[in-house]
Every structure is written in structure tokens, then in C-alpha cells.
């Protein structure tokens, strides 16, 4: 590499600020910096430390700056709002300010998506005016996947004969662990003077790393104690290498639930701020660095844990968390599970027949919180962990019912009494969903079952779990035996916001009380390839997202309810090219917040009315796509609506309705009562810059 590099021999945030103050002090013409602190850990700490201390060392000629820019734009959107970043850190007049909003409508109507979005000029010239007669100091976190020129935002040049200074560092979010020589970025610096970084997190102590996360931890941590979202960084971590190669389940998508079942955070922390939480912390983590990263993790004595694998042999201690993999019964000579242990992981070889849990393996286990079990066989009418009574989080994939293993005499099943989460993929285990193991369940919050139960379960939860929030049951592998009338499945669940029935084939309607779920946020229905129309009258008017790809369920899991596009969700194999046939309307009409859209695969879809949603940009290259015999679209009362990206020729296309008014009960346009030989447009428009889309 031809930058030269600065090592920053520093134990902490502390040291590597005045060792990057040393560094200023003595350099001549090397004015830009990049700080990749420990191996990415603890960067944007140490460069927000910079912005705290710098006001206070004014004595010293090379410290004394006009200005301390400090720009974090580690959660990247796009040129332009990190141009605005500069302008609200430089506090710029309200009639700058305004340039922004304008041409982000401007934007808006021409179609350019938002991660396309440049600087602006007349703002870069504001911008270099203020500054080129000051001399100033830049701290930059950059989340982009390049290097940045900020001459082009309006910011003066770093050269030999400026006297400005600039520090960055790369991050997507704030705790990104990378090998600092195996960035691939690093490659391609072209204005970058000087690396400066500590060599690795290998040279950092246990509690040295410990603090360094609190640090991290602390720029994020939203009013909750910087400790404990440490703590959650590192359960996190835990988790995520717990099923690193050993599953192709969802399990890492459950993070979240698993931290708050562990009491990482406390049960009164909204759930939005836990997921929120969550993912703010990254897990860019080279393999290679994983062995070091555990390491100082595994010698912090106030979470210890452990992790037993291949031929490694089980030391006995006060674990809080242990995940196995074992070939065998034996658990690598774990006999029963340590009282101090909140969570517990444990994968079994395929086998057959399937490996049998240990008796007395949960005899101690009184603060158990979160139980996963991969291919293991126990008793179903008594299971081994049935009187966990702290338990709120278990998942179960592949397990079977081994009838003759022992059984407990038991009066009740106290594991089921705070379980906030259950999670069974390819689990036959109907007893546990029975009517009267159901009713023992009221703190229950998300329920998925994948691989054996289909969408007729539905009425078993009539007037049950009032506090479920998430609902999954996808992917069944065999029809119902018995018809049910599903049509007052939904009546009662006020609190579902995500409902997912991916993979039931067989449905041809949806449950009429689905209207009457006003919470409802998210509605994913890929793979139901019967579904017949899809009418207003049974879906929520608050849904946000909609998502129906007929090829095929998608490959992860929507965790939270969060508004990002959802046409990224690819299918989990190959698409089943038969799509779905029997739907010839979707009509998404006075569903007021939907802004979140993506249909695939409807072969005779022939009308689609989004008539009063929140609809912004009506994508047909990314949003709905492969719908060859669309012939009528409705946009009445979409008053959000600024562009409609085409890129699709519909040459069967009839009728286009469109008006951009307030109000979903705009009145019908008078139309032709001939069937016409050329396509109808009815247009109204609130702003005339709309027809660009036209």
C-alpha cells in the first residue's frame, strides 16, 4: 500500500486521541487522515472524543482551529443528505436549507430514486464561502461504499498549502469489527495523506475491549445505559456465530426478541427501541478476526459464556450463555445445564434415528429465558425443559417425539407460562398447539410455525393470544385434511402487526375478519399461488406493506416492521414459474399508510387500484413486475403520489386513472361506456410537474 500508515499504540479511546493529537502536532503537509481505530471497532468514539477535547487544547497552535465539523454519515442515504449534514452542521440560513427541499421534490417528480441523489451546486458555493477564509477541522464518518472528494459539497481542499485538516473513518454503522488490512476499500483511497490505526483488537485486554464497547455502545445507546447495549452487541454476537454454518433457518433474525427474553434490556423497553437498537449494531465481522473477538469476550467475567464445538472439551463453569454442537448425547460431558445459564443453544447432528436429550439436562435451569433445540428427540407429551418457568423464548427445528424417553409426573406446564416467543420449523409437535396448551400462553407475543401446519390453524386461535403482535405459518408440507371456515380467524388480534402465510397454496381467500385487525402493518402472501382477488373490503386500512410474489417464498424473514423495499427480498430457491393464475384484481384501495409494494409473478392480473395510499413512487421495474396483462390502473386520491417509473410497455393497457388530490373518495371519471380501441387516461393533478411520468 503506498499511504503510509501511523500506528496508534493506544488501550483505549482516550489514548487514541492524543496520539492522534501528537500526530497533528507533528505532521507537515499530510492533512487528510483516516482512522480505522481496532480493527474498525471504536473509530467514530474516537473521533467524536476529538470533537469534545479540541475546544479545550486552544493553547496549542496546531489544535486551534475556527471550526470542529463534526459529520456522521455512517447510516448512508445518499451525496445530497450528506451535503445537508454540512449545511445543518455549519448552520446555514433557512432559505439554503429550503434548496434542499425543493430539489428533493424536484427529484421526487422526475423519478431519481434517493441513494441517486447528488450535492447541489449553488449549496457547494455557499458552503466554500464560509469556510475558505477559516481554518477548520473535519471529523467524517462515511457509511458510502467509496472514498469522498468533499470539494465537490462545497468544502475547501486539504493540500499541502491548506491548513485545514480532515479525519474519517468508514462505517456503515457503529460497530463494524474489519481486518484492517484486508478492507477492501483501503484499496482504492486516491485523496487520502495517512492511515492511522491500531494494529488489532488482539492487543486490546478483555476489559480494555469491554470499555471500548461501552464507548461505541454509547454514541447509540438512546437513553438506554451504554452497558447494556454492550451487553446486547455482544449477545448478538454470540447468537450470530452460534449459527454462523450449522442452520439455514431464520434463527439470526430473532436477535432482537432473544436479547430482551435474556433480560439484556429490561421487558419495560419498548420493543421499537429494542429493534431500533439492534440494528444500529453491525456484525461486519471478518471470520478471521472472530477468533480474537471471542477470545476478550469469553474473559469478561461479568458475561461469560461459552461456546463447545467439534472435539472441544466442556470446562465446568457459571456460564451465561452456552451454545453447543454435538455429534453426540454426551453434550461434550455436559450433564446438566448451569443454574447461572439465561440462554441456551444446542444443534445435534442429523442422525437416525435423531439424537435424544439427556435426562436431568434442565434440572437447574430456574432463570433459562431463551431455549433453542436443532434435531434433538424428546418426549412431546412431557418435554425435558417443561418446568422452565422463566422461559420466554423457545425455538424448535427438526426436533421428532421420542416416545420412550422418560416421563415426568408434571401438573402443569410451567414453561409455557412467560413464553413471549414460540418458533417451530419442521417440528410435528401438535400437542403444543393444542387449544388447551394455547390458553396457557397469554404473555405470547409472535408465533411461527413453518413446515407442517397450514393457514386453517388460524381458527384454532379464535379469541386467543391477545397479545400476539407477529404471526407466521408458512410453508406447510401437506393440505388440511378438514375444510374450516376461516372467515373469524383474525376476530380479536388487535396487536398483530406482521402476518405472514408465505407458501399456503391452497388459500384461495382471505379471512374477512382481516379487516378488522387495525393494527396490522405488514401482510406478506408469497407462494400462494390459488389466492383468488384481493379486495378492500378484508384488508386493514392501516397495512404499510404489501407483498405477494407468486414465485416463491422470499429468503429472510421481515424481522420488525421497518419501510425499506421490499422488492430485495429475492425467493429462498428457484422460482416456480407456474405463478399465480386466479388473481385478475388487487385492489389495495383506502389502505391510507400503504407505501411498501411488491407483486410478482400474477400472470392474469389484469386491474390494480391503489386508490388513496401513500404510494410515492409506482415502480414497475422493481415494485410490480412480470404482470403482462395489466389493463387498468386506478391512483385516485394519492395525493403522496410524484412519479410512475414505467419501464414496462403495457401493450394491453386500457385504462390509466390518476388523481393526485387529497381524499380517497375522489369522484369517478366519466368514461367511455364503448369498449375503446385506444387506451383512456384520466388525469387530474395537483402539480403539474407529474406529467413527466406521462
Same mark, same amino acid.
Given at each position: 500500500?503506498?499511504?503510509?500508515?501511523?500506528?496508534?499504540?493506544?488501550?483505549?479511546?482516550?489514548?487514541? #486521541?492524543?496520539?492522534?493529537?501528537?500526530?497533528?502536532?507533528?505532521? +507537515?503537509?499530510?492533512?487528510?487522515? !483516516?482512522?480505522?481505530?481496532?480493527?474498525?471497532? =471504536?473509530?467514530?468514539?474516537?473521533?467524536?472524543?476529538?470533537?469534545?477535547?479540541?475546544?479545550?487544547? #486552544?493553547?496549542?497552535?496546531?489544535?486551534? *482551529?475556527?471550526?470542529?465539523?463534526?459529520?456522521?454519515?455512517?447510516?448512508?442515504? &445518499?451525496?445530497?443528505?450528506?451535503?445537508?449534514?454540512?449545511?445543518?452542521?455549519?448552520?446555514?440560513?433557512?432559505?439554503?436549507?429550503?434548496?434542499?427541499?425543493?430539489?428533493?421534490? $424536484?427529484? @421526487?417528480?422526475?423519478?431519481?430514486?434517493?441513494?441517486?441523489?447528488?450535492?447541489?451546486?449553488?449549496?457547494?458555493?455557499?458552503?466554500?464561502?464560509?469556510?475558505?477564509?477559516?481554518?477548520?477541522?473535519?471529523?467524517?464518518?462515511?457509511?458510502?461504499?467509496?472514498?469522498?472528494?468533499? /470539494?465537490?459539497?462545497?468544502?475547501?481542499?486539504?493540500?499541502?498549502?491548506?491548513?485545514?485538516?480532515?479525519?474519517?473513518?468508514?462505517?456503515?454503522?457503529?460497530?463494524?469489527?474489519?481486518?484492517? $488490512?484486508?478492507?477492501?476499500?483501503?484499496?482504492?483511497?486516491?485523496?487520502?495523506?495517512? %492511515?492511522? !490505526?491500531?494494529?488489532?483488537?488482539?492487543?486490546?485486554?478483555?476489559?480494555?475491549?469491554?470499555?471500548?464497547?461501552?464507548?461505541?455502545?454509547?454514541?447509540?445507546?438512546?437513553?438506554?445505559?451504554?452497558?447494556?447495549?454492550?451487553?446486547?452487541?455482544? !449477545?448478538? %454476537?454470540?447468537?450470530?456465530?452460534?449459527?454462523?454454518?450449522?442452520?439455514?433457518? /431464520?434463527?439470526?433474525?430473532?436477535?432482537?426478541?432473544?436479547?430482551?427474553?435474556?433480560?439484556?434490556?429490561?421487558?419495560?423497553?419498548?420493543?421499537?427501541?429494542?429493534?431500533?437498537?439492534?440494528?444500529?449494531?453491525?456484525?461486519?465481522?471478518?471470520?478471521?478476526?472472530?477468533?480474537?473477538?471471542?477470545?476478550?469476550?469469553?474473559?469478561?467475567?461479568?458475561?461469560?459464556?461459552?461456546?463447545?464445538?467439534?472435539?472441544?472439551?466442556?470446562? $465446568?463453569?457459571? !456460564?451465561?450463555?452456552?451454545?453447543?454442537? &454435538?455429534?453426540?448425547?454426551?453434550?461434550?460431558?455436559?450433564?446438566?445445564?448451569?443454574?447461572?445459564?439465561? &440462554? *441456551?443453544?444446542?444443534?445435534?447432528?442429523?442422525?437416525?434415528?435423531?439424537?435424544?436429550?439427556?435426562?436431568g439436562l434442565f434440572e437447574h435451569s430456574s432463570i433459562l429465558g431463551v431455549l433453542i433445540l436443532c434435531c434433538c428427540a424428546f418426549n412431546f407429551a412431557s418435554p425435558p425443559f417443561i418446568k422452565c418457568h422463566s422461559l420466554k423464548f423457545l425455538g424448535l427445528e427438526n426436533c421428532t417425539d421420542n416416545k420412550t424417553c422418560e416421563v415426568e409426573d408434571h401438573t402443569g406446564w410451567e414453561c409455557l407460562y412467560r413464553l413471549r416467543v414460540l418458533d417451530l420449523c419442521s417440528t410435528y409437535w401438535n400437542e403444543i398447539l393444542s387449544q388447551e396448551k394455547i390458553d396457557l400462553m397469554e404473555?405470547?407475543?409472535?408465533?411461527?410455525?413453518?413446515?407442517?401446519?397450514?393457514?386453517?390453524?388460524?381458527?384454532?386461535?379464535? =379469541?386467543?393470544?391477545?397479545?400476539?403482535?407477529?404471526?407466521?405459518?408458512?410453508?406447510?408440507?401437506?393440505?388440511?385434511?378438514?375444510?374450516?371456515?376461516?372467515?373469524?380467524?383474525?376476530? =380479536?388480534?388487535?396487536?398483530?402487526?406482521?402476518? @405472514?402465510?408465505? =407458501?399456503?397454496?391452497?388459500?384461495?381467500?382471505?379471512?374477512?375478519?382481516?379487516?378488522?385487525?387495525?393494527?396490522?402493518?405488514?401482510?406478506?402472501?408469497?407462494?400462494?399461488?390459488?389466492?383468488?382477488?384481493?379486495?378492500? @373490503?378484508?384488508?386493514?386500512?392501516?397495512?404499510?406493506?404489501?407483498?405477494?410474489?407468486? /414465485?416463491?417464498?422470499?429468503?429472510?424473514?421481515?424481522?420488525?416492521?421497518?419501510?425499506?423495499?421490499?422488492?430485495?427480498?429475492?425467493?429462498?430457491?428457484?422460482? @416456480?414459474?407456474?405463478?399465480?393464475?386466479?388473481?385478475?384484481?388487487?385492489?389495495?384501495?383506502?389502505?391510507?399508510?400503504?407505501?411498501?409494494? /411488491?407483486?410478482?409473478?400474477?400472470?392474469?392480473?389484469?386491474?390494480?387500484?391503489?386508490?388513496?395510499?401513500?404510494?410515492?413512487?409506482?415502480?414497475?421495474?422493481?415494485? +410490480?413486475?412480470? +404482470?403482462?396483462?395489466?389493463?387498468?390502473?386506478?391512483?385516485?386520491?394519492?395525493?403522496?403520489?410524484?412519479?410512475?417509473?414505467?419501464?414496462?410497455?403495457?401493450?394491453?393497457?386500457?385504462?390509466?386513472?390518476?388523481?393526485?388530490?387529497?381524499?380517497?373518495?375522489?369522484?369517478?371519471?366519466?368514461?367511455?361506456?364503448?369498449?375503446?380501441?385506444?387506451?383512456? +387516461?384520466?388525469?387530474?393533478? $395537483?402539480?403539474? #410537474?407529474?406529467?413527466l411520468s406521462l
Open positions: 500500500m503506498d499511504i503510509p500508515s501511523e500506528f496508534i499504540w493506544a488501550e483505549n479511546v482516550d489514548h487514541a #486521541r492524543e496520539g492522534i493529537f501528537h500526530y497533528i502536532q507533528r505532521m +507537515v503537509d499530510q492533512r487528510v487522515i !483516516y482512522f480505522h481505530g481496532w480493527s474498525g471497532l =471504536g473509530a467514530s468514539a474516537v473521533l467524536r472524543s476529538i470533537a469534545e477535547l479540541l475546544p479545550s487544547r #486552544r493553547e496549542i497552535p496546531e489544535l486551534c *482551529f475556527d471550526r470542529i465539523i463534526l459529520i456522521d454519515c455512517s447510516e448512508w442515504r &445518499s451525496r445530497r443528505s450528506m451535503q445537508r449534514a454540512i449545511a445543518e452542521e455549519l448552520k446555514l440560513d433557512c432559505s439554503t436549507m429550503a434548496i434542499f427541499d425543493n430539489q428533493d421534490e $424536484e427529484d @421526487d417528480f422526475h423519478g431519481v430514486g434517493e441513494s441517486s441523489r447528488d450535492e447541489i451546486l449553488s449549496v457547494s458555493r455557499k458552503i466554500h464561502h464560509i469556510l475558505k477564509d477559516s481554518r477548520f477541522i473535519m471529523l467524517f464518518c462515511n457509511g458510502s461504499d467509496d472514498e469522498i472528494d468533499l /470539494y465537490d459539497f462545497g468544502v475547501p481542499s486539504f493540500g499541502k498549502v491548506s491548513d485545514n485538516i480532515l479525519i474519517w473513518t468508514w462505517g456503515r454503522k457503529v460497530m463494524t469489527i474489519r481486518d484492517f $488490512e484486508k478492507h477492501e476499500l483501503l484499496h482504492k483511497l486516491r485523496f487520502t495523506h495517512v %492511515l492511522a !490505526y491500531h494494529k488489532r483488537t488482539l492487543y486490546l485486554t478483555s476489559e480494555q475491549f469491554y470499555a471500548l464497547l461501552c464507548k461505541e455502545a454509547s454514541i447509540i445507546a438512546a437513553g438506554i445505559d451504554p452497558t447494556r447495549v454492550a451487553n446486547c452487541f455482544m !449477545y448478538k %454476537l454470540f447468537f450470530n456465530i452460534s449459527f454462523h454454518t450449522t442452520t439455514k433457518y /431464520y434463527w439470526t433474525s430473532h436477535a432482537a426478541s432473544c436479547c430482551m427474553c435474556d433480560m439484556m434490556l429490561h421487558e419495560d423497553i419498548e420493543t421499537e427501541i429494542s429493534n431500533s437498537l439492534h440494528r444500529e449494531i453491525s456484525l461486519e465481522c471478518d471470520a478471521s478476526l472472530l477468533p480474537d473477538v471471542l477470545a476478550k469476550f469469553k474473559k469478561h467475567l461479568k458475561l461469560p459464556f461459552l461456546r463447545v464445538k467439534d472435539d472441544d472439551v466442556y470446562e $465446568e463453569g457459571p !456460564y451465561r450463555w452456552i451454545s453447543v454442537t &454435538s455429534k453426540d448425547t454426551k453434550l461434550h460431558g455436559i450433564q446438566t445445564i448451569p443454574a447461572q445459564t439465561s &440462554s *441456551f443453544i444446542l444443534e445435534f447432528d442429523i442422525s437416525e434415528p435423531p439424537l435424544a436429550l439427556t435426562n404473555n405470547i407475543r409472535e408465533l411461527n410455525i413453518e413446515g407442517f401446519m397450514c393457514w386453517q390453524y388460524t381458527t384454532c386461535l379464535q =379469541g386467543r393470544l391477545p397479545n400476539l403482535e407477529r404471526l407466521r405459518i408458512t410453508k406447510p408440507t401437506h393440505d388440511p385434511e378438514i375444510s374450516a371456515d376461516t372467515s373469524n380467524s383474525f376476530i =380479536g388480534k388487535t396487536k398483530l402487526e406482521i402476518l @405472514d402465510l408465505s =407458501g399456503n397454496s391452497d388459500m384461495e381467500i382471505l379471512p374477512s375478519s382481516l379487516s378488522e385487525v387495525s393494527s396490522l402493518e405488514v401482510l406478506v402472501l408469497d407462494g400462494c399461488t390459488k389466492l383468488q382477488d384481493v379486495l378492500p @373490503d378484508v384488508l386493514p386500512r392501516l397495512l404499510r406493506s404489501f407483498r405477494l410474489d407468486a /414465485y416463491g417464498s422470499s429468503s429472510r424473514r421481515i424481522p420488525t416492521i421497518e419501510q425499506k423495499p421490499m422488492e430485495h427480498m429475492s425467493p429462498s430457491s428457484e422460482p @416456480d414459474k407456474k405463478g399465480a393464475h386466479h388473481i385478475y384484481k388487487i385492489s389495495l384501495k383506502g389502505c391510507t399508510q400503504l407505501g411498501n409494494l /411488491y407483486l410478482r409473478g400474477l400472470s392474469n392480473l389484469v386491474e390494480l387500484d391503489l386508490s388513496g395510499s401513500a404510494i410515492k413512487v409506482l415502480d414497475f421495474k422493481t415494485m +410490480v413486475v412480470e +404482470v403482462p396483462r395489466l389493463k387498468r390502473i386506478f391512483l385516485l386520491g394519492c395525493e403522496n403520489l410524484r412519479a410512475i417509473i414505467w419501464g414496462t410497455i403495457f401493450t394491453n393497457l386500457e385504462l390509466l386513472c390518476i388523481d393526485t388530490r387529497a381524499g380517497t373518495a375522489c369522484p369517478w371519471p366519466s368514461l367511455s361506456q364503448n369498449k375503446p380501441f385506444k387506451l383512456q +387516461v384520466h388525469v387530474v393533478l $395537483e402539480d403539474a #410537474r407529474f406529467v
